[in-house]
């Protein structure tokens, strides 16, 4: 069986002088990551990584025997960053099992919600979170030399942006003093209101169920939404430019540095922004339906798309697992769903059929060593496991979307080779155009120059929503939710967009309950361990072999560059492991005095 990755390079180095180097937890992320390499400071790059994940979770058992019904508001609580992209997931499988179809204004404020969702959660990860490691105080702990250059480089798009210098830029993104840094974390708030003027609460839906939403719809509500959304496209106009100028500073100022964080293109988008003309939620339409996504669902291998069929992405999937830490269900578990309702046979590595059955042993790099699985994409035409990754999210869906160049609304227009995003003018700035156009590699620095454009290309989609969601008010068709029955027996699956990538539920109903339950967010497929086949995770694949430009010597090492890759993905813990320890079975028990442990 053919391995979906390889070597970066096959250059010559000199003989190998390897120093174990660990990061557990990594820090500004959410959860619980740990990165642990072996680099070689003479050829002055990374040799080894392994992604670990010690956290437990166990969504996919206490779900069996629920109600269906509670599927949106039990699985948004498996995140508390992106929980409504869960919540908007499980409500997309709910529909398909129980055969109902969200009304058009329904649909338009879903999408609104989730539009809102992923200008909050970009703004905030890129400029308070990522940005750090850009910053001033970043850059001169690290490498002072290229803080020099940056004082004396200006900044090419200091006119849109204000920042004269690219040294001025990474002083506004110093936490808590710097002026973008502030701006940002204002923005962040804005956001959060958008998303609960159409969903109630945030990150927990209130108002979100299966058949639609019991929001209020007004003319009142839509246009709080829209005069905060014009204050957020206007702010976005100076973010594109800013991070623009940022990012091409640092290939100008470390040659070489394309290679950071660099692998293979293998991209995997779900889609998102479902329209309500197109989607009827049933599985025998859901090639056509996908396809009309207002962000394009697609395999892509090597710059190239190999399906944006999402039947075909379905059938696929595959849960693998090598280096975890659970026992094989293939010859043990339950097979609840052998055929989709198409005909097509479904492997018993499909989430449908998981079982997931833990096992908890002691760390081991050459057995066993994370609670994360190993989810892969089966390419039925080349027999390869691919290890996709989602690029941290806005990647792979502006990739997607601008290879298959399907989506035309005025404000987004997908070129083949490029996005364009069309923002109208706004207080302070003109009307104004950015175009993202593919890139020669998928590596840390794209993968986080494409969550700033994608702030723009949700914003533009927003404003596409709102014009539509307005016009459905003032014709008088204000249904935001179908009725519907829980049947006896179901499968359903939704697909949807994370935050951070890519993001699937899968259900089986019998007696009106749910009889298994598996969602599978982005993170299970990025922080993967090394599969049954030998092949590293996308962040393992990532972090072996890049080069390090930090100036420190092994005595001060920070790391920075491994970090910078291994954010680049927007890892999201909570949502990449599961545990079950079965009934009741205690673990470890331990009493600490008030004033803590005795010595």
């Known amino acids: 069986m053919a391995t979906a990755t390889e070597p970066l390079t096959g250059t010559e180095r000199k003989s190998r002088n390897l120093v174990e180097m660990n990061w557990d937890p990594i820090t500004r992320i959410v959860g619980s990551l740990g990165i642990f390499t072996k680099i070689d400071f003479d050829n002055q790059e990374v040799a080894e990584c392994y992604s670990t994940s010690s956290i437990f979770r166990g969504y996919s058992i206490f779900m069996q025997g629920k109600d269906p019904r509670d599927a949106p508001f039990i699985t948004s609580r498996i995140c ?192 998102s922004f479902n329209d309500p003309a197109a989607c009827d939620y049933k599985y025998e339409n859901m090639s056509n339906w996908g396809r009309a996504m207002y962000v394009t669902p697609s395999v892509i291998v090597d710059g190239k798309v190999v399906t944006n069929d999402l039947v075909d992405i379905n059938l696929g999937m595959r849960i693998l697992l090598g280096s975890s830490y659970y026992n094989d269900w293939e010859n043990a578990g339950e097979t609840f769903v052998k055929t989709d309702p198409l005909g097509n046979a479904i492997d018993k590595r499909h989430p449908w059929n998981q079982t997931t059955t833990p096992k908890p042993q002691k760390r081991d790099f050459k057995g066993k060593y994370t609670w994360v699985m190993s989810p892969r994409w089966f390419d039925k035409n080349t027999g390869d496991h691919l290890a996709l990754d989602t690029g941290g999210g806005p990647i792979a869906r502006l990739w997607a979307t601008a290879l298959n160049n399907l989506v035309d609304i005025g404000y987004i227009q997908a070129t083949g080779q490029s996005v364009k995003i069309n923002l109208p003018k706004t207080a302070l700035l003109p009307e104004t155009q950015f175009e993202w156009s593919i890139p020669q590699w998928s590596n840390a620095i794209e993968r986080d120059r494409a969550r700033t454009y994608f702030q723009a290309y949700a914003a533009a989609a927003a404003l596409y929503f709102v014009e539509k969601a307005l016009n459905a008010v003032r014709g008088g068709r204000t249904q935001t939710w179908s009725d519907f029955k829980v049947p006896d027996e179901a499968i359903g699956c939704g697909f949807h967009e994370a935050v951070r990538g890519v993001l699937s539920h899968h259900v089986v109903i019998r007696d009106r309950k749910i009889a298994n339950y598996h969602p599978y967010p982005p993170t299970p497929w990025n922080a993967s361990p090394r599969d049954i086949y030998g092949t590293p995770g996308p962040y393992e694949d990532a972090i072996q072999n890049t080069p390090l430009f930090e100036e420190n010597g092994p005595e001060n090492f920070k790391g920075i560059d491994i970090m910078r890759a291994v954010r680049s993905f927007d890892p999201c813990l909570p949502c990449g492991v599961h545990m079950y320890l079965g009934n009741g079975k205690v673990l470890r028990q331990e009493h600490s005095s008030m004033l803590g442990a005795h010595s």
């Open 80 to 271: 508390g960053i992106c929980g409504d992209n869960h919540a908007t997931c499980a409500v997309y499988a709910q529909n398909m099992a129980f055969g109902c179809k969200t009304p058009e204004l329904g649909e338009w404020i879903i999408n609104l919600g989730e539009a809102a969702e992923y200008m909050f959660d970009h703004n905030l990860y890129q400029d308070n979170l990522v940005g750090v490691d850009f910053c001033e105080q970043m850059v001169k702990q690290t490498n002072p030399s290229v803080l020099n250059k940056a004082e004396n480089t200006p900044a090419p798009n200091a006119d849109k942006h204000g920042y004269k210098t690219i040294a001025a830029i990474m002083r506004s993104l110093n936490p808590f003093t710097g002026e973008y840094y502030r701006e940002a974390l204002q923005m962040s708030r804005l956001t959060r209101e958008m998303f609960c003027l159409m969903e109630g609460r945030h990150v927990h839906p209130s108002t979100l169920y299966p058949g639609g939403v019991g929001t209020v719809p007004t003319i009142q509500v839509f246009t709080d939404y829209l005069v905060r959304l014009m204050k957020y496209i206007e702010y976005v106009k100076k973010a594109v430019p800013l991070h623009d100028d940022l990012f091409n500073f640092f290939y100008e100022a470390l040659p070489g540095y394309e290679r950071v964080g660099q692998r293979r293109i293998l991209l995997g988008c779900w889609g």
